[in-house]
C-alpha cells in the first residue's frame, strides 16, 4: 500500500521558514518523480514544486519560486519543501503527491503564514 506522510507544518510569522518533509512508503520512491501542492481555504489545488525521480530537475510555481526549495533523499524515502520568506498567502494545507504512475497523496500537513 503506497503511503506518504507529510510532516513539518506549523504556524510562523511572515517572513518566517518551514521546512515541510513527506516519507513516503510502499513504492520504490527513487523511481518516480514527486510533487508538492498546496489548497489555501476556499481555493483549488495549486502545484507548488516538482522533483523528478533523481532529484537534478525541479519545477517551481512562480509564486514560490526563489523561496521555496524542492529536495528529496532517496536513501531515506523522504521528499523534501524548504519554505523561506514566507508570505500570508502561502497560507495553506500543502500535500506531497506522487507525481507517476498510479496517483497517491498524503494527508496534508498545515501551513499558517500569521503575525
Known amino acids: 500500500e503506497v503511503q506518504l506522510v507529510e510532516s513539518g507544518g506549523g504556524l510562523v510569522q511572515p517572513g518566517g521558514s518551514l521546512r515541510l518533509s513527506c516519507e513516503a512508503s510502499g513504492f520504490i520512491f527513487s523511481n518516480y518523480g514527486m510533487r508538492w501542492a498546496r489548497q489555501a481555504p476556499g481555493k483549488g489545488l495549486e502545484w507548488v514544486s516538482v522533483?523528478?525521480?533523481?532529484?537534478?530537475?525541479?519545477w517551481y510555481a512562480d509564486s514560490v519560486k526563489g523561496r521555496f526549495t524542492i529536495s528529496r533523499d532517496n536513501a531515506k524515502n523522504t521528499l523534501y519543501l524548504q519554505l523561506s520568506s514566507l508570505k500570508t498567502e502561502d497560507t495553506a494545507t500543502y500535500y506531497c503527491?506522487?507525481?507517476?504512475?498510479?496517483?497517491?497523496r498524503g494527508q496534508g500537513t498545515q501551513v499558517t503564514v500569521s503575525s
Open positions: 503527491e506522487k507525481a507517476q504512475g498510479q496517483y497517491a
Open positions: 522533483i523528478n525521480s533523481g532529484g537534478d530537475i525541479t
